[in-house]
């Protein structure tokens, strides 16, 4: 939003200027349906319900299939029409900035980028967040690089989780501004549901929480537990969520003799999941892939202690040792061999249980989140956001 004032007679649109300037600047922030699960729709969420809120009008805008009760053909005819759709968003509600909210996919790719482009036609400066996906991967032809490279460059500002995304859009996109803003939660209500365990010696109780999809390292998870079962109390594992893999996994369950040990809690919302939360004793990770899961966070704000890979921005969370524990990308042995650890000195588990508290309250909270963004919206709008009514 630019305030010029090139009349000083002309009072009426002088006055017109004057109530814009009072408006707080308007920010369209794109992702999917507010009532989806995924760590897209936690984010907007998040953002939405922040400080944020208070110096800039977000306004949600949704794209993807998620939330969405359409036939083939209303999908293809939203998927045209979307870009026009944004475009007269933008003009409508005055736009000032568009936060794309992305993913390295073949299908997100191409729709933000769309989206991206009309952005860019339309004035907006373009917040671009990059949550889902490997560059390494998806850049690997160099005549698909070249183009991602000058695609990337319409962006105002390209934001990732974590410090290994920071150093490598760095290094594809030169001389653009890119920042590490990782997501963020309040740790608040997680610590008020947090209990402690009477019984020391009680079977561990070992949580996953989000997608059943593949790369979570589920599969690996019901090895590790097969693995166990005799050395560390047999304990329970909970899996909440819903997804493809669902079907297969109950049948790898029924496959490993598992049925005692493990049970499917279905997805998990508000209370629900705080009470999980507040019942386990370890969060299981152990993905392919990730930036950075809402779902640790939101385990280790409630005390729970997470055995992951490090890969994405998880390293930038968990210390080795400290918070958690870490194992090799499909791993069932190492997974067995870290519930056994925690398993047997429950002094460990005690002392990194408050490790994870405090590391995401004193780094990982919605405001210092909420903070950041500030900033970078303000750094791209051509006056302060703090005149902002």
Not at 11 to 19: D, E, P, S, T, V
Not at 126 to 146: E, M
Not at 237 to 261: C, F, Y
Request: positive net charge; proline residues 5%.
């Amino acid at each position: 939003m630019t305030c010029l004032i090139t009349g000083r007679n002309d009072n009426r649109r002088h006055h017109g200027i004057q109530k814009s300037c009072m408006t707080r600047p308007v920010a369209l922030v794109l992702g999917p349906s507010l009532r989806a699960m995924s760590g897209v729709t936690t984010h907007v969420n998040s953002l939405l319900g922040s400080q944020l809120g208070q110096t800039y009008r977000l306004i949600h805008f949704q794209v993807g299939s998620e939330g969405r009760d359409e036939s083939r053909f209303g999908k293809l005819a939203r998927l045209a029409a979307s870009p026009f759709a944004l475009a007269a968003a933008i003009l409508r509600h005055e736009a000032s900035i568009v936060h794309v909210n992305s993913a390295l996919n073949a299908k997100g790719w191409w729709r933000d980028l769309a989206y991206l482009i009309v952005a860019k036609l339309c004035g907006a400066r373009v917040v671009f967040q990059k949550h889902g996906g490997d560059l390494g991967r998806f850049t690997a032809s160099p005549g698909f690089a070249i183009f991602v490279r000058r695609m990337l460059k319409l962006a105002d500002c390209l934001v990732v989780l974590s410090q290994h995304d920071l150093r490598a859009y760095q290094a594809l996109v030169p001389g653009r501004h890119v920042a590490a803003v990782p997501n963020g939660i309040d740790p608040a209500p997680y610590l008020k549901y947090r209990r402690r365990r009477a019984d020391l010696s009680a079977p561990l109780t070992l949580l996953y929480i989000g997608r059943l999809a593949e790369g979570k390292g589920l599969a690996e998870s019901l090895e590790a537990l097969a693995l166990v079962r005799a050395e560390a109390g047999s304990p329970r594992l909970v899996i909440a969520g819903s997804g493809s893999e669902e079907a297969r996994l109950r049948s790898r369950v029924r496959e490993l003799d598992l049925g005692q040990q493990v049970s499917f809690a279905g997805p998990a919302w508000g209370e629900y999941k705080m009470k999980l939360l507040s019942d386990a004793d370890v969060l299981l990770l152990p993905s392919y892939s990730e930036d950075l899961p809402y779902a640790l966070l939101e385990g280790m704000a409630a005390g729970v202690v997470p055995i992951v890979t490090p890969v994405g921005a998880i390293p930038d969370v968990v210390g080795d040792g400290v918070h958690g524990l870490f194992v090799p990308v499909k791993d069932p042995r190492s997974i067995a061999q870290a519930i056994k650890s925690l398993h047997a000195d429950r002094s460990q588990l005690a002392r990194m249980s408050q490790a994870c508290r405090g590391r995401i309250a004193s780094a990982y909270s919605l405001e210092r989140v909420a903070e950041d963004f500030i900033a970078l919206y303000s750094a791209l709008l051509p006056w302060p956001a703090s005149q902002a009514g």
